[in-house]
């Protein structure tokens, strides 16, 4: 679905393209990590994919998670350095622009369906 899309492939490029971004490390503070920053974002583009395509079946919907997924151990991967680290403002703004980004893909390919 989304996961073999070019337009996937292009935001992991957009991804590593900015990873300076990820060479600092989040400031000591009781925040979230950028694992749970990024948990939590992806859950609620999960929610709101749902909700906005509420005519998908459940094999559509378990094919979005099973994405989802798949996308955040990609993620995990790549920002494996700073991932049980403190995001700092702009790693949040980055991470926000990106998961944003992935649920336009999937609100693009849904679209198919409707």
Known sequence: MVIDSEGYIQLIHFLTDNL?????????TQEDSVAEYVSDLIAESVM???????????????????ETDAIVHDLEE???????????????????EFIGLIKNLFDTELRKFD
């Open 20 to 28: 300076a971004l990820f060479e600092s490390k989040g400031c000591a």
């Open 78 to 96: 790549v920002l494996s350095t700073v991932w049980h680290q403190a995001p700092t403002p702009q790693q949040k703004e980055f991470l926000t």
């Open 48 to 66: 709101r994919v749902c909700i906005q395509h509420e005519h998908l079946d459940s094999t559509h919907r378990f094919e979005v998670v099973r």
